[in-house]
């Protein structure tokens, strides 16, 4: 069973904005599953409906084989939602924050406070669960959003940017975090604008841009269209510069040398030429993130053949 | 849903509301205690003794039950239509949205927070008049019936207002220009006999002279409406209001887009 069936979904707002054109997606049982696509693409209408805070003008949700508009109740109950924007009341405390959501779910309270206990130690949040929501750190808030949607421990739990302002060490703590409960069986669906959050994540991924779905695909097999790749590598000075014969390459700084490689080439040979004309190879790095070259291609490439398409 | 995790659902729904208003008691439950008191001070000592009987009885009397009503009503709608409001406005709102709380719930632990608030303001106030009056019960039953009614149809008027409100402005509109007129002309200083036969006609299509007619009676015994009208008013308004948040909240009026 799947955890999430979309079929034909279109929403169109009151000012005559299409926001989803028929969209069509299924997440399988327990995935990572990216969605991304650029600002206004459609990606928080498809999560507000999904969650039930946008009315869909047509077309059907399922969420783990119970209908969104016919068995509302137990769909809902299935999803644990951590939004874009902080929703939570700034004055409450992070206990009550957590304690309400868990009875709105149904939760009694003895359960609730064991499972408040777990998951704000878990996501470090214990020591501040009497304070205000309002004197946490954006990163604290961040985080407190993730700990009142698993409050019910739902079966999908949908992420809509939740990385979004946090620094790199929590981020990453983050990251591990939901890797842990992805495997303990709950599907991830997350949307970022960090394209390297959702590589290092996801197993599976769809792009959305203007209301439609332009790839739905693995990550490996989207990664593996990728031909080209281009490296960075600083040079120790010699006072020459180097030549690379078979790779189309540029010196961009005085020690900086891109260098386009072909996946099937591989790196040795760029190393090779260079360790033969005496070049040490201080560092390297990806010029750009893989993923948001392909995602950049995609996007483009979509709108071409929608341009194509009208003309 | 099941029953259980409703009945979960709105204890946590009215748990929160009552934590609200009394987490801002100084701003929820002393300025009626204030208000009510400067009203028994002026209208009920200094000038109510100048005025004479009214009804058979003294006039610090024949007011008491219509302030505990006015305060009743002013504090069931303030408290729902600022609290629902913030909700949106915060955004909280959605936590209720996402989950499957039913509609009904929702109303039954807004209106229920709206109710508690209002009631405890009424004890507070009916406190405050013993220290000017010997205040009579006649027919218990009658006022917690009619304050009940009252209170819950308020505060799901509050709610109403709320879920139309675009900001903090469009929720004091109401109770500055429709509320308090009603209010003030529904029969909490004076009876009715007083006016003229004309505006008793037109004063009997205020509903608030009902609620406060009916609470007297409760009191004093005496009422310038029947008492059974002012029930059935009270439970057709109440069936109406409603319905009313029943359909703007299922189909997400202003909450949803």
Known sequence: MNALDITGLRKTYKGGVEALKGLDLSVRDGDFFALLGPNGAGKSTTIGIISSLVNPTAGQVSVFGYDLHTQKESAKACIGLVPQEFNFNQFETVLQIVLNQAGYYGVPRSTAKERAHKYLEQLDLWEKRHARARELSGGMKRRLMIARALMHEPRLLILDEPTAGVDIEIRRSMWTFLKEINEQGITIILTTHYLEEAESLCRNIAIIDKGNIVKNTTMRALLSTLSTETFILDLAETGN???????????????????????????????RQLSEQGFQVLSMRNKSNRLEELFVRLVESGRQQQGTARA | MHKQNNWVALNTIWIKECTRFLRIWVQTLVPPAITMSLYFVIFGNLIGDRIGRMGGFTYMEFIVPGLIMMSVITNSYSNVSSSFFSAKFQRNVEELLVAPVPTSVIIAGYVGGGVARSILIGIIVTMVSLFFVEVQIHNPLVIVTVVLLTSILFSTAGLINAVFAKSFDDISVVPTFVLTPLTYLGGVFYSLSLLPEFWQIVSKANPVVYMVNGFRYGFLGVSDVGITTSLSLLVGFNILLFGIAYYLLKTGKGIRS
């Open chain 1, 241 to 271: 510069q180097p030549t690379l014969e078979g790779f189309v390459y540029r010196m961009t700084g005085d020690h900086t040398l891109e260098v386009d490689v072909e996946k099937q080439e591989g790196l040795n040979p760029v190393f």
